[in-house]
């Protein structure tokens, strides 16, 4: 089904996961996104799947949610949030808009991601973000 970065559960039944890194034929092939999300639900007990878009082929992971969100209670989560054009930073995966399903997560106090708090240096982090996830 997937790798375990391709996963984050805030552990009362919500789940984050890229469709770009689980519904795709390199893990689950032949399978759509509605399939691969009842799948999560009924092997994880698992109530609701925020699917989150990704970007496909950028990198081995396809673009694991944990390069994007944490929970970091239930209902709440930290964001790595990319830098402006003006920053210099690496360029790479997991540069998706947000969709009307993941609606209402950024954080607008969260800094931006650059070169030196990317991948392989100290991780960005912002202040959670309440979230409604009925």
């Known amino acids: 089904m997937g790798e375990g970065g391709s996963l984050e559960t805030d552990g009362q039944g919500t789940l984050l996961a890229t469709v770009s890194s689980l519904a ?67 360029s790479g995966p997991c540069r998706a808009p947000p969709t009307p399903r993941a609606a209402g997560w950024p954080s607008p106090n969260c800094p931006a991601r650059t070169a030196a708090t990317s991948a392989g240096a100290a991780r960005t982090s912002c202040p959670a973000t309440p979230t409604t996830t009925p």
């Open 24 to 90: 795709n034929s390199n893990r689950n092939p032949g399978r759509t996104q509605d399939q691969v999300e009842q799948a999560m639900k009924t092997a994880l007990g698992i109530g609701k799947v925020i699917g989150v878009p990704g970007l496909a082929g950028q990198d081995i992971t396809d673009c694991h949610i944990d390069c994007l969100a944490r929970f970091t209670a239930p209902g709440q989560v930290i964001l790595d949030k990319p830098g402006s054009r003006s920053t210099k930073r690496p």
